[in-house]
């Protein structure tokens, strides 16, 4: 079970295993890896070298073929690419998925499990470590060793060194925006992995159909996604209605941005759920993060603070927004939107 680390424990050295393997829980999407489980796979890399990664991937048709080449060719640090095509995996549901990692690690044997902290391995993994008896380590934000982890607590306001004591394997969800993906030389990449199929003979069938898939909605995928976008433009309140939020969409189109949103937004239902940045929402880390209208609450805050630069509008001055910000302005944000708009040239 994870402890908290403290001076005192730092001489006792956790026995570390002899040999570093890891099974990254993976997710895939028109035939391709998503950027936020080959930051997994970063994480694996930090765990130490010569990490003999193994990436799992689940699903059925031609789309999972896809994902597979695509996961064996992408990163050098994969030596591995196991694929469970199955009609009962078809949808990325805990139950089955849980399942099949329980399947998986009895075979394999790994030291570390890992997800993307991301609704998928948010809802995956903790099911998963409860069928191997194990207690994950999630939201890591950095790797001391391969059992030494830091997790943000109180919503970001303070950092926790954890050691895992636990025994194979050690589970844990990684944020994404913490461990960015390397780039990779076409050479390198030429270095394909293997891949091979999941023997499903002895797969428990009591795990399927305990939840049922209904069906996907999703905003438009023109935009960058909101937890890898380099720009992210927000809107709060202030805007009070879904046709004024249309000033902050247009402003992220001029921008390439992703459109991010606060609760107080959401609720309003300006915006869907989705969009929402902050403790309970997504974690975002752009190089520009752009707030119209936020106060810049506790809860909201959790999820920008990695964020490099921060520019605010408010037109309260001692809005607590302006004390994370780099740039602020005290202004109207319909004053500010229309004239940002007119200027910026067309995308
Ligand atoms: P407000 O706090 O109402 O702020 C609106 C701001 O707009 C004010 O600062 C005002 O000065 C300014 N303003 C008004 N008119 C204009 C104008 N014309 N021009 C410029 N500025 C103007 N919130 C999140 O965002 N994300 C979360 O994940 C989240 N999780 C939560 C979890 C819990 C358990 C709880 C209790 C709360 C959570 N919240 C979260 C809610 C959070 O506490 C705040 O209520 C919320 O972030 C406020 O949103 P806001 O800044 O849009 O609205």
């Not at 391709?32 to 930090?46: E, H, Q, R, Y």
């Not at 469970?84 to 044997?109: I, M, S």
């Not at 069928?131 to 607590?153: A, C, E, Y």
């Not at 993060?289 to 609450?297: C, D, E, I, L, N």
Request: proline share 6%.
């Amino acid at each position: 079970s994870p402890v908290f680390s403290s001076p005192y424990l730092s001489s006792h050295v956790a026995s570390i295993p002899k040999f570093i393997s890891t099974l990254i829980l993976a997710e895939h999407e028109d035939g391709a890896i998503k950027p936020s489980s080959l930051s997994a796979v970063a994480a694996a890399g930090a765990l130490s070298e010569g990490n003999s990664i193994s990436i799992l991937l689940a699903g059925a048709g031609p789309s999972l073929e896809e994902a597979a080449s695509h996961a064996a060719s992408i990163h050098p640090l994969i030596s591995q690419v196991l694929v469970a095509n199955t009609d009962k995996l078809r949808y990325p549901l805990a139950e089955p998925w849980a399942e099949l990692v329980h399947l998986v690690q009895q075979k394999g044997g790994y030291s570390h499990i890992i997800a993307a902290s991301s609704s998928f391995g948010k809802n995956i993994l903790p099911r998963a470590a409860a069928l191997l008896d194990k207690s994950p380590i999630t939201d890591v934000t950095d790797i001391s060793g391969p059992q030494l982890f830091v997790r943000p607590i109180y919503a970001g306001n303070a950092l926790c060194t954890v050691r895992y004591t636990g025994g194979d394997p050690c589970m844990l969800t990684i944020r994404s925006t913490s461990f960015p993906v390397p780039s990779v030389s076409d050479d390198s990449k030429s270095n394909a992995a293997t891949i091979s199929q999941v023997d499903l003979s002895t797969f428990n069938e009591d795990a399927v159909g305990k939840s049922r898939y209904v069906k996907l909605t999703s905003q438009d995928t023109e935009r960058p996604d909101l937890g890898n976008a380099r720009i992210v433009v927000t809107g709060g309140r202030a805007l009070k209605s879904a046709e004024n939020f249309k000033l902050i969409e247009k402003l992220a189109e001029k921008l390439g941005a992703a459109v991010g949103a606060t609760r107080a937004a959401v609720d309003s239902g300006f915006v869907p759920n989705e969009l929402q940045v902050g403790q309970t929402g997504k974690i975002v880390a752009p190089d520009l993060y752009m707030a119209f209208g936020v106060s810049g609450a506790i809860q909201h805050l959790a999820g920008i603070r990695d964020s490099k630069v921060i520019v605010a509008v408010n037109k309260d001055a001692d809005a607590p927004i302006f004390q994370v910000a780099d740039y602020g302005l005290v202004a109207d944000l319909f004053e500010v939107l229309p004239e940002l708009l007119e200027k910026l040239p067309e995308k």
